[in-house]
């Protein structure tokens, strides 16, 4: 008798947690509909209100007083400017640190070091990074308030993450494919060339979009 009316207890304490699981469930669902639909509203009454004002003129037009004649030409010619700057600057650096401390530093303290301080510098503000840049590219260099000040600052503030995620993504690669491409005669060079780049590439784009 103890044993049947533990076990009738055990259900019903089973029984209760699963209603309690099926009231979290819908709760769920409910703040998830909620939110996706009032992001469908909003899209939907911004897409029908938009759309018919697109047209070619406003992607081709400087902006203006005159809310007619303005257009959005300086904003997204300079956006991609800035982009492939920084693209050009941060993407090969960053790579390149990425596979020397991975693949050619010596493990000391010196590489302990600088490994701690990129760690950091990925999450410094990006108001800092903007200080310096301020100080070192606009006045000191002279450079401005140009496209090469913001592409170089922004190469600044993510250089730190692409190193961290080629890093990473050159660890995930199985130490099997080394010693394989070094069994055949491959050069370390080559290894990295052929094998460890090609497959940790995913990763380090992954990285790149990231920052």
Not at 46 to 60: C, E, N, Q, S, Y
Not at 154 to 182: D, F, H, K, N, W
Request: net charge neutral.
């Amino acid at each position: 008798m103890a044993y049947a009316k533990d076990l009738d207890e055990i259900r019903a304490l089973i029984a209760s947690h699963k209603r309690w699981d099926l009231v979290f469930a819908a709760v769920g669902v409910i703040a998830l509909m909620i939110g996706v639909l009032t992001f469908t509203a909003l899209f939907v009454d911004m897409a029908i209100k938009g759309v018919p004002r697109l047209d070619w003129d406003f992607f081709t037009s400087f902006p203006s007083r005159r809310a007619g004649q303005a257009g959005i030409l300086s904003a997204w010619v300079g956006s991609t400017l800035v982009m492939l700057t920084t693209a050009f600057f941060a993407v090969p650096l960053g790579v390149a640190a990425g596979l020397y401390l991975e693949e050619y530093a010596p493990k000391n303290w010196v590489t302990d070091i600088i490994e701690i301080n990129i760690t950091n510098l990925a999450g410094v503000p990006s108001i800092v990074y903007g200080l310096l840049a301020l100080g070192l590219f606009v006045y000191q260099f002279g450079f401005g308030q140009s496209i090469l000040s913001a592409g170089l600052t922004l190469a600044l503030l993510i250089l730190p993450v692409v190193i961290v995620a080629t890093r990473e993504a050159v660890r995930s690669i199985p130490q099997g494919i080394r010693e394989g491409a070094y069994a055949l005669g491959a050069t370390q060079w080559q290894v990295c060339k052929d094998h460890i780049v090609p497959y940790s590439f995913p990763g380090i784009l992954t990285g790149v979009i990231i920052g």
